[in-house]
């Protein structure tokens, strides 16, 4: 027992002698008016320094954590047209999905931040040698910014052209591993101008069991067969069927036939499979060209200026660090992430709602994309009034 009280006193000494040193520095500015506090003052330098420091160190590991996350999730959806020599693709993703991951990562790191240097009591310390609160800001609201602009340079330009290297390699090896693509009893739409059902799929052998097939197009046509295969040529894919019938109806006539064996080429579209949207692709130049012509959709319009929105969403994110970040000393710990967590939960539903309503012209496309950002600075601004009227009360009360 001895021996715990013993080390129990010496790890207090420890940190009573690092908060005196810390004290000992800030002790020329407790008595500073507003004049000299403007002024370069190297004791506050140390402490955005030190605050810069910590805040770094926090957002790489939560960046490295959900980028883990982000590539397990790319790698269950194109994990079946890539292996472990597809080293570039997989580096190619690490671009788009930044625009997820740099939000995240700001919002959890600036909470867990504050709530460390609430908790341990390290901001009272400052103030109480005479340094603001204010001046831990500059870091958060600089991280903020780089952040931002990074994030707009990935939405408008550097995740587009790595999009279209991602489709452009993916299609290139996905006849090679078409096989991938078929599901069993299912209606498959990935061939272009035809609906396939496959009842099973014999991928060692590469061969299929009762396949049938619907065209679409000027002529409607139904196919049956009781065997098939699939092979990749330098032609294209190749899809050939043994026994079995073709039921073909054009307007002018209806036509029967069976046969022995029939070869057809597919064309294959593998946006849909992948999850690539055609404005994924598309840099901001491009999608401005396509709103100035005859493609002019909302949904175009909302995507242009989401890719200025969205970006937008990290200054936010560093407000609302700020406002819940920095906490009472014996407040509950951890509630940093669950205040980040409701917050971009919360950013998630207003998106998707103004989506909606994007789609369904109910709403501007314009107003839309911004929507988001309105309401969160509009509830900032509310809680930040809130919070000044209360401080104003406490105060008329202690001096009566």
């Given at each position: 027992m001895r021996i715990r009280s013993c080390l129990h006193i010496g790890i207090i000494e420890s940190r009573a002698y690092s908060l005196l040193s810390l004290l000992s520095i800030l002790a020329n500015t407790k008595n500073m008016d507003k004049q000299e506090y403007s002024e370069y003052n190297p004791a506050v330098m140390i402490i955005q320094r030190y605050v810069l420091n910590h805040l770094l160190k926090l957002f790489l590991g939560a960046s490295l954590?959900?980028?883990?996350?982000?590539?397990?999730?790319?790698?269950v959806q194109i994990g079946q047209l890539v292996s472990g020599n597809d080293l570039d693709i997989f580096i190619l993703a690490l671009i788009p999905t930044a625009v997820f991951v740099l939000p995240m990562a700001l919002i959890f790191s600036i909470l867990m931040a504050l709530e460390k240097l609430s908790v341990e009591s390290e901001i009272i310390a400052m103030q109480a040698c005479g340094i603001r609160r204010s001046s831990i800001y500059g870091p958060i609201l600089g991280l903020s910014f780089v952040c931002m602009f990074l994030h707009v340079g990935i939405s408008t330009y550097l995740g587009p052209l790595s999009m279209q290297k991602i489709q452009s390699k993916l299609i290139q090896k996905a006849p090679e591993k078409v096989y991938a693509f078929l599901t069993e009893r299912e209606f498959i739409n990935t061939f272009k101008g035809i609906t396939l059902y496959i009842e099973s799929v014999n991928r060692k052998a590469k061969r299929l069991t009762n396949v049938f097939i619907e065209t679409k197009g000027k002529t409607h046509s139904v196919i049956a067969a009781e065997k098939g295969t699939i092979d990749v040529r330098p032609s294209g894919i190749l899809m050939r069927l043994v026994d079995g019938s073709l039921y073909m109806e054009s307007k002018k006539s209806l036509r029967y036939i069976t046969f022995g064996e029939y070869?057809?080429?597919?064309?294959?579209?593998?946006?849909?499979?992948?999850?690539?949207?055609?404005?994924?692709?598309?840099?901001?130049?491009?999608?401005?060209?396509?709103?100035?012509?005859?493609?002019?959709?909302?949904?175009?319009?909302?995507?242009?200026?989401?890719?200025?929105?969205?970006?937008?969403?990290?200054?936010?994110l560093g407000l609302v660090g700020l406002q819940f970040g920095i906490q009472k000393p014996r407040s509950p710990r951890h509630t940093g992430i669950v205040v980040g967590i409701a917050t971009i939960l919360c950013y998630y539903l207003i998106f998707l709602m103004a989506d909606r309503l994007v789609k369904g012209e109910v709403l501007n496309p314009t107003l839309g994309a911004w929507i988001p950002d309105i309401f969160f600075l509009f509830l900032l601004?509310?809680?930040?009034?809130?919070?000044?009227?209360?401080?104003?009360?406490?105060?008329?009360?202690?001096?009566a």
């Open positions: 954590v959900l980028y883990g996350v982000m590539l397990i999730v790319e790698l070869d057809f080429f597919l064309e294959a579209d593998f946006r849909r499979k992948l999850n690539i949207r055609s404005a994924d692709t598309l840099t901001q130049t491009q999608l401005l060209e396509k709103i100035r012509g005859k493609e002019r959709t909302p949904k175009l319009v909302k995507e242009y200026y989401t890719r200025f929105a969205f970006p937008f969403l990290n200054v936010i601004g509310a809680f930040w009034a809130f919070k000044r009227l209360r401080q104003r009360k406490g105060a008329v009360r202690l001096r």
